[in-house]
């Protein structure tokens, strides 16, 4: 299939706009995978500030990262993303949510539509010019649909001179395919 789901389109956004040296966020780190592919991005004069509150997704991204000898760029925070003014005084060039729980984990340990929003409006006071927010929304499953639609209602009213909000969803496939939001900020 030529079309790319919601992840693979976010990684390819993350490989447009990241560049050797930048400062991003990960701010669902689950088992560790978007953390991984953007400290790699990042590269060795980069920095990746990653937010779960579960300890295992700590432990777990901890794991692969070392493995890969990339935890020294990496900052590792137990605490929810509403939370990331606290943690990080610097611009960033991207923020990545991956939403919904951990993959294999506890489902009903996951993000929320309102902590979503607030978490959001966070990153968006740090974002560089160009700098983009990326969401990929699973809906479907247990909270998914009410975190989306909320997320949905409060995207639109984003000041369109300062940020562009993009949504792209496929419209017929089966199961509830993930959908992509994409806010890039303009000035
Ligand atoms: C779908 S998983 C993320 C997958 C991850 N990006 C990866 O590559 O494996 C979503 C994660 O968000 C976490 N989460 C839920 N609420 C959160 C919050 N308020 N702040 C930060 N993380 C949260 C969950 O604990 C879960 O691990």
Redesign the pocket.
């Known amino acids: 299939m030529v079309l790319k789901q919601a992840l693979a389109q976010s990684h390819e956004y993350a490989r447009m706009v990241v560049k050797e040296g930048d400062t991003v966020v990960?701010?669902?780190?689950?088992?560790?995978?978007?953390?991984v592919f953007l400290a790699e991005l990042v590269g060795k004069t980069g920095k990746v500030y990653a937010?779960?509150?579960?300890s295992i997704?700590l432990e777990k991204t901890d794991e692969k990262l070392s493995q890969k000898n990339l935890e020294k760029r990496c900052i590792l925070i137990c605490?929810?993303?509403?939370n990331m003014a606290q943690y990080i005084k610097e611009p960033v060039k991207l923020v990545m949510f991956?939403?919904?729980?951990?993959?294999g984990?506890d489902h009903s340990?996951?993000?929320?539509g309102e902590?979503?929003m607030k978490?959001v409006y966070a990153a968006m006071e740090n974002l560089v010019v160009h700098g983009l927010i990326i969401i990929v929304i699973?809906h479907g499953g247990d909270t998914g649909f009410s975190e989306r639609d909320y997320i949905l209602k409060e995207l639109p009213k984003i000041d369109s001179k300062s940020f562009a909000v993009m949504l792209t969803k496929f419209l017929n496939l089966p199961n509830n395919p993930p959908m992509l939001v994409c806010i890039e900020r303009l000035k």
Not at 26 to 35: K, R
Not at 51 to 54: E, K, N, P, S, T
Not at 79 to 82: L, Y
Not at 98 to 103: A, D, E, I, K, S
């Open positions: 990960d701010a669902t780190m689950g088992n560790g995978n978007d953390t937010f779960d509150i579960q997704a605490d929810g993303h509403e991956n939403l919904g729980y951990r993959p984990g340990i996951a993000t929320t902590t979503t978490a699973y």
